[in-house]
């Protein structure tokens, strides 16, 4: 089963604006974690916020985190061609042993 | 430094054959996990290693999946017979040494996967 899930399946954008993406999830966390996946390709660590963090940021990429409504937003500035992804939160909940669980994902394509 | 290095990168079987992959780990990472990943989903675990030891394998189909990391390091991932539901993309990924006191997990890095279609 997985725990997140991300709004919105999909997102479409012109290159240069911005791209915000939301995760919410069900159970307490030790941390969440947010990973890009290129078509085709293994999974990429962007970032991750710890459950006593409530924002992050890591060069154009802002992550924010509220534990009392369990949800989480990624947002990418000054968007890029390149940045076309799928993007994935992961929630490392508390007494899961170290079992990461990834949401469903959100398909960013950004137009040149 | 080298990523994580999976073979094969794509492998087309018919249904009831064997299939095997093959996971090289980042160097120095003992914790190695197995992944399955369908189409338009996100990656669910499917094994957990730290070092040689399967800590976590309540998701592996013992039917037909079983999984070995030998001395800790490579890992082979092994499905007997496959079925066409078994069609998707298998991913591995390590981390590194234990996490911080009071965290449960640093980061994941993930090989490239391998792409498996079971006709």
């Not at chain 1, 947010?34 to 970032?47: A, E, F, M, P, T």
């Not at chain 1, 390149?82 to 990834?102: E, H, N, Q, V, W």
């Not at chain 2, 095997?20 to 990656?43: D, E, K, R, V």
Request: proline share 6%; with cysteine.
């Amino acid at each position: 089963s997985q725990q997140g899930e991300e709004d919105p399946q999909a997102l479409s954008i012109q290159e240069g604006e911005n791209a915000t993406m939301n995760c919410s999830y069900k159970t307490s966390i030790n941390n969440l974690q947010w990973y890009r996946q290129n078509s085709g390709r293994g999974l990429v660590h962007l970032i991750l916020i710890r459950s006593n963090e409530r924002e992050k940021h890591s060069g154009r990429l802002r992550v924010t985190l509220d534990t009392s409504k369990k949800s989480s937003s990624l947002l990418i500035t000054a968007s890029r061609a390149a940045d076309t992804a799928s993007y994935f939160c992961a929630t490392d909940p508390i007494r899961s042993y170290g079992k990461l669980t990834f949401g469903q994902g959100t398909i960013l394509t950004v137009h040149p | 430094e080298a990523g994580v290095v999976q073979s094969p990168r794509y492998k087309i079987i018919e249904k009831k054959q064997p299939v095997a992959f093959w996971c090289n780990p980042i160097s120095g990472h003992n914790t190695l996990y197995w992944y399955l990943q369908n189409l338009g989903q996100g990656p669910e675990l499917l094994i957990r290693y730290e070092n040689e030891e399967a800590v976590d394998d309540s998701q592996l189909p013992k039917d037909r999946f079983s999984a070995e990391r030998l001395k800790g390091v490579d890992s082979t991932l092994k499905i007997q017979p496959a079925e066409l539901g078994d069609s998707a993309v298998y991913l591995c990924a390590s981390s590194p040494l234990r996490p911080e006191p009071g965290q449960s997990y640093n980061e994941q890095f993930f090989g490239p996967g391998t792409r498996l279609t079971v006709l």
